[in-house]
């Protein structure tokens, strides 16, 4: 009855014969003939063919859910014996916010490739929300995140310290004025700034300056305002966006300061019409964790990237 679950997973997916059939590389002919094998051993169709998409029946989605069961059952047994080979096979799969799938993960994964090559990864962007329902379902074996996840749902590994510093457009005449707090750009490539000789600007001196700030609910719009609360003034928000890299992009157009962390200043060329100032309290500072389920089976291929993160950790 399941010896041909997967073809019938795939047209459940694609919703098509012809798709699905493209996929397995068969002929569609073959494949509906293989369906309709399923079906008679069943008893019963198992897609409804006169709607559009293609949709299963009630025995279909019956069919279905304990097909899925002996999905995982199969891929308990082939992640064990992945746990006792050489990783000439197995998948991981990552999940990132634009930020860190563009800038952290591609090391990671070009390292962890030259040690593994044949072991499939995949990298699915998202937001937080997206992105912990994800780790939740067993789609996503690790997340790399600063949000802090629950502890008693998801176990975490730390992979760095992130700083968020603020990117203000070189033509205000504030700077004028605030020459001793400025950062150099290779100050904060290999973060010599961070020690105590470097001060922290006072915000308020922005006050009156334009932000561009992310959307509400993102961690780096939390800690801005947070800071400028703390400075005693609410920002001037001309622009609000989903992504720091597309802040950051805005603010070199000289349109207004915005919050930046300095992961992302360091991983790209320096903006000489933009000028850099660290700042000062807790919410400048987060921590960026790796994210794993609790009590979820860990691949070979989990562990050795989790290995292979900490050493690069202590080169970040």
Not at 79 to 100: Q, R, V
Not at 153 to 161: D, T
Request: aromatic share 14%.
């Amino acid at each position: 009855m399941f010896t041909w679950k997967e073809y019938v997973y795939e047209v459940y997916r694609e919703k098509s014969f012809s798709k699905a059939a493209q996929n397995l590389y068969i002929s569609q002919p073959s494949l509906s003939a293989r369906i309709k094998k399923v079906e008679e051993r069943v008893g019963f169709p198992l897609f409804d063919r006169s709607t559009s998409p293609l949709q299963l029946t009630e025995i279909g989605q019956v069919y279905m859910e304990a097909a899925k069961e002996i999905f995982q059952i199969e891929q308990r047994v082939e992640n064990y014996i992945n746990n006792l080979s050489t990783l000439k096979t197995g998948s991981l799969s990552l999940g990132a916010s634009n930020l860190f799938a563009a800038y952290v993960l591609p090391p990671l994964i070009t390292n962890f490739k030259q040690k593994f090559p044949d072991v499939r990864i995949q990298v699915t962007e998202g937001n937080t929300t997206q992105l912990e329902a994800m780790l939740g379902n067993n789609s996503l074996d690790f997340v790399i995140d600063n949000y802090h996840y629950d502890s008693t749902l998801y176990n975490r590994e730390l992979y760095c310290s992130e700083n968020i510093l603020l990117a203000v457009p070189k033509h205000f005449s504030i700077h004028e004025n605030l020459k001793k707090y400025q950062l150099s750009y290779e100050s904060i490539k290999n973060k010599s700034y961070l020690n105590e000789s470097y001060p922290a600007v006072p915000l308020k001196n922005f006050s009156t300056l334009p932000f561009i700030m992310l959307a509400p609910g993102n961690d780096t719009r939390i800690r801005g305002d947070r800071l400028c609360r703390e400075a005693r003034f609410h920002p001037y928000i001309i622009l609000e966006l989903n992504q720091q890299s597309t802040a950051y992009m805005a603010a070199s157009t000289q349109l207004g300061a915005t919050f930046i962390s300095d992961i992302l200043v360091s991983q790209l060329p320096s903006f000489e019409n933009l000028v850099y100032y660290k700042l000062d309290g807790d919410a400048a500072k987060r921590q960026v964790f790796f994210y794993y389920k609790n009590h979820k089976y860990k691949t070979r291929a989990m562990e050795e990237f989790l290995v292979m993160m900490h050493e690069r950790r202590e080169l970040f």
